[in-house]
């Protein structure tokens, strides 16, 4: 069974740090591209970032460029989101999906998400 | 980064079809064939209904279907059912290697 876990989340103030992680099972991780998206409470999806199966290719939102950094553990089936200057606009619940052997595929799989609360 | 656009609600009685529409522009759903929509139920993590415009994912009731004119895509359910209730939000591959979703639209089941 295809299964994405979600953790690291939690309560920081503005202007902290917090690095989200995503163990993956189920699948084999390393031919798959992986991706964060994020959704603030009772608003839509907003995707975040995304990185190719070999990290040749990654990418970010404009609205968290300079500040978040997508990296990937392929021997611990693992993948991780480390956001800086955390503000109050980055509260979210953060999902990691699962897409394909290609940057363009779609997202397949979806975990459960993990709360981010950035608030003084 | 702006989203793509969808009504923000549809309604339909069980038994019925409605139809979903996501628009963009040619820099994303007109100027290529990477357009996904996926299910939300509240609570609950998305789900993959179709992706490259119209295939759908093994497992995926073929009461859902999808397709493209221009930089309009569309989502259609048939034979609505009351678990079909749910937030719907349609995903293009933007240029410049990023991803772009719609704004969501609740359908309710009447």
């Known amino acids: 069974e295809v299964q994405l876990v979600e953790s690291g989340g939690g309560l920081v103030q503005p202007g902290w740090s917090l690095r989200l992680s995503c163990a993956a099972s189920?699948?084999?991780?390393?031919?798959?591209?992986m991706h964060w998206v994020r959704q603030a409470a009772g608003k839509g999806l907003e995707w975040v970032s995304g990185?190719?199966?070999?990290?040749?290719?990654?990418n970010y939102a404009d609205s968290v460029k300079g500040r978040f950094t997508i990296s990937r553990d392929n021997a611990k089936n693992s993948l991780y989101l480390q956001m800086n200057s955390l503000t109050t606009e980055d509260t979210a619940l953060y999902y990691c999906?699962?897409?394909?052997?290609?940057?363009?595929?779609?997202?397949?799989?979806w975990g459960q998400g993990t709360m981010v609360t950035v608030s003084s | 980064q702006s989203a793509l656009t969808q009504p923000a609600s549809v309604s339909g009685s069980p038994g019925q079809s409605i139809t979903i529409s996501c628009t963009g522009t040619?820099?994303?759903?007109?100027?290529?064939?990477?357009v996904s929509w996926y299910q939300q139920h509240p609570g609950k993590g998305p789900k993959l209904l179709i992706f490259d415009v119209y295939n759908r994912p093994s497992g995926v009731s073929n009461r859902f279907s999808g397709s493209k004119s221009g930089n309009t895509a569309s989502l259609t359910i048939s034979g609505l059912q009351p678990e079909d209730e749910a937030e719907y939000y349609c995903n293009s591959y933007r240029s410049r290697n990023t991803w772009v979703f719609g704004g969501g639209t609740k359908l309710t089941v009447l």
């Open positions: 189920g699948f084999t991780f390393d031919d798959s591209a």
């Open positions: 990185i190719t199966w070999n990290s040749a290719t990654i």
């Open positions: 999906a699962k897409g394909g052997e290609s940057w363009l595929d779609a997202f397949h799989m």
């Open positions: 040619t820099s994303d759903i007109g100027g290529y064939n990477y």
